[in-house]
């Protein structure tokens, strides 16, 4: 995932998050706000309920590699809220959760 596609400020974060519906989806909570700009960018929030620094970013970086394989849509910003049964879960399920999630929410434009 490109840098310029990632949100980091903790005022984006907050924004997003008390003026949008929350989207449930397995141990995903995922925030949309859809905006008229020709760009879309996403957020990734893992707490430390997850486990330790190691495989906070470990989730991490998986998350942005499924990300990276599909083409979105333009116009919005996401936040994925990670939940704390990701652990017990296989990068394969992690992958189709998301994607059924991003599906749903009528995002995804195509694959890479």
Request: aromatic share 10%; with cysteine.
């Amino acid at each position: 995932m490109k840098k310029i596609n990632i949100l980091r400020k903790s005022s984006d974060f907050e924004r997003i998050i008390r003026n949008n519906k929350a989207y449930k989806y397995k141990d995903y909570v995922i925030y949309i706000e859809r905006l008229e700009i020709d760009t879309y960018h996403f957020g990734i929030s893992v707490g430390k309920k997850i486990g330790n620094a190691v495989t906070r970013n470990k989730v991490k970086r998986q998350i942005k590699n499924i990300i990276d394989k599909k083409v979105y849509q333009k116009g919005f910003n996401c936040i994925i809220i990670v939940g704390k049964g990701i652990t017990n879960r296989s990068f394969i399920e992690m992958e189709q959760n998301l994607i059924d999630a991003f599906n749903k929410l009528n995002i995804i434009r195509g694959e890479k």
